[in-house]
């Protein structure tokens, strides 16, 4: 890798794995190989991109829920960057409205979540954008699913949290994702890259795109900005 310490804050689903969200297994080995402290960003709940760190063997410098939660293994302590109740009234009001979470009785999804609901990206989501907007909450599309959230909570504010911790400025990081959900990281970065898979919202606010896709366009756009390409 360059010489230079260089952030990195990067999505998981549909970022580092395939089109069926199964991890590449050359990430690992990038990822441990880059210049500079690297931060996991997913909406899934925090065990999810903690285990992930364990086992790509990263320091566990993670963003989870969307910003709801955010760890930094150096400081040691779990930060809530928003509340689960109200979204949770949007979500009882749903249910009540005779539509389903779509995630089965278990509900592994939110059976961990602490500041938002994910509901499962086959629902009908027009009832619940209108349910969300009653309790001034906002549906954010990840393109794997649906999250209910705080509209000031997302991905980009919380890696306003992380960067000091890490003794970085938020326009230090490079910023790679593929969905609504990575916007707010892309306009903090100082370089915002999407992979070729990357949904339209994410495209138009990201500085590069990679001509492949998925974890293919990861590997490439870490390439790109190692060579000073990017």
């Avoid at 690297?38 to 285990?51: E, H, R």
């Avoid at 906002?138 to 909570?153: G, N, R, S």
């Avoid at 495209?203 to 998925?214: C, G, L, P, R, S």
């Amino acid at each position: 890798m360059s010489a230079a310490s260089v952030p990195l804050v990067t999505d998981i689903d549909g970022t580092l794995t395939n089109d069926e969200m199964i991890l590449d297994p050359r990430v690992g080995t990038a990822l441990r190989a880059w210049n500079g402290p690297v931060v996991l960003a997913t909406g899934k709940v925090l065990p999810f991109p903690i285990a992930l760190c364990n086992y790509l063997g990263l320091q566990r410098n993670v963003i989870a829920e969307n910003g709801g939660v955010s760890f930094v293994e150096s400081d040691d302590e779990v930060r809530l960057h928003g509340d689960r109740k109200a979204a949770q009234k949007v979500a009882d009001a749903y249910v009540e409205a005779g539509y389903d979470l779509g995630w089965g009785t278990a509900d592994l999804v939110n059976r961990w979540r602490e500041t938002e609901i994910a509901l499962a990206h086959d629902v009908p989501v027009e009832p619940l954008e209108a349910i969300a907007a009653e309790y001034g909450l906002e549906v954010v599309d990840t393109q794997y699913a649906y999250h209910v959230k705080a509209p000031d909570m997302s991905k980009g504010n919380a890696l306003q949290s992380i960067a000091p911790r890490l003794g970085s400025d938020t326009d230090d990081f490079v910023a790679i994702g593929d969905s609504q959900n990575d916007v707010s990281t892309f306009e903090r970065a100082g370089t915002a890259i999407a992979v070729a898979n990357a949904d339209e919202a994410a495209i138009e606010a990201a500085d590069h795109v990679t001509d492949a896709a998925f974890a293919d366009g990861f590997l490439d756009a870490l390439d790109r900005v190692d060579a000073g390409k990017w």
